[in-house]
């Protein structure tokens, strides 16, 4: 093995661990699995803006604890007919 390959494993690896710590794409990952009912319960527009701000890592998590503060959401849902 010459140094060249070592030193891109040694980077590999190093990257790796620098990702495995951070894993904000678990936030995306769990707003995106409620994208379809938070469309469907707040409409297309307020839905999405609403699920790209919880998908956001400190955006997100900034908001849920003001809504939980709050008692309601920020984007109310669309009145039922």
Not at 34 to 58: C, Q, W, Y
Request: hydrophobic share 45%.
């Amino acid at each position: 093995m010459s140094v060249s390959q070592m030193t891109v494993r040694l980077g590999q690896r190093s990257a790796l661990k620098r990702l495995g710590r951070s894993l904000p794409w678990i936030g995306v990952a769990v707003a995106v699995a409620g994208l379809f009912s938070t469309v469907r319960r707040k409409g297309l527009i307020a839905g999405s803006l609403d699920t790209a701000l919880n998908a956001m890592p400190v955006v997100g998590s900034v908001k849920s604890v003001a809504e939980t503060l709050r008692g309601r959401d920020f984007i109310r849902d669309r009145a039922s007919a």
